[in-house]
């Protein structure tokens, strides 16, 4: 079983940043790529970022590229998402989410994911 926490969400002006962190903990020897979704009230769950354990390659849907940025400290079994220039449509609730064999399916689904955090709300005022 893997454990994940997420941390660092909140109420932020348009223009502003914000960084969200996530603690991987329990049997995390095995992680092959971590990501981050989210879901918007009455919308369905959407993929963010993700980055691959080993060798760290990114991925990002087109509309937060260029604004956020995925990182991990492998040392801390932690990934973090660097948000910047937030706008109100990024306003959603996000998760963090660990992959500890390889997925059949692209980074980009949930369904490449097995474990998943409980959420941290990000709320972005125009």
């Known amino acids: 079983q893997v454990q994940l926490v997420e941390s660092g969400g909140g109420l932020v002006q348009t223009g502003g940043s914000l960084r969200l962190s996530c603690a991987a903990s329990?049997?995390?020897?095995?992680?092959?790529?971590m990501g981050w979704f989210r879901q918007a009230p009455g919308k369905e769950r959407e993929f963010a970022a993700a980055?691959?354990?080993?060798?760290?390659?990114?991925y990002y849907a087109d509309s937060v590229k260029g604004r956020f940025t995925i990182s991990r400290d492998n040392a801390k079994n932690t990934v973090y998402l660097q948000m910047n220039s937030l706008k109100a449509e990024d306003t959603a609730v996000y998760y963090c989410a660990a992959a500890t064999r390889v997925p059949r399916s692209s980074y980009s689904s949930p369904n490449a994911y097995n474990y998943w955090g409980q959420g941290t709300q990000v709320t972005v005022s125009s």
């Open positions: 329990g049997r995390t020897f095995g992680m092959v790529a």
């Open positions: 980055i691959r354990w080993s060798g760290g390659t990114t």
